[in-house]
């Protein structure tokens, strides 16, 4: 996914993206936006969910640290 997707996340912005399937699969599965290639109804979609989604931003943001992706990089490298 973008770097953009977890610097707004990070912030607790709501993401608004078009129908990107990379994006898409986290927005949906941690609740974090709206996914829509409309984007009057994007934005009305999500007004209607502003709380909701900033709150899903912060768990979304603590489950992706670039920290943890550190660690699981470090595995890999040493099982070589």
């Known amino acids: 996914a ?7 996340a990070s912030i607790n912005l709501p993401i608004l993206a078009n129908n990107n399937p990379t994006v898409q699969k986290d927005v949906e599965k941690y609740d974090i936006g709206v996914v829509t290639d409309d984007f009057e109804q994007g934005l009305e979609l999500l007004s209607k969910r502003i709380a909701e989604c900033k709150a899903n931003c912060k768990v979304f943001s603590a489950q992706n ?5 550190a660690d699981k990089l470090r595995n ?3 099982q070589l």
């Open 2 to 8: 973008s770097n953009k997707l977890y610097e707004y």
């Open 65 to 69: 640290q670039w920290e943890d992706e």
């Open 76 to 78: 890999v490298i040493n």
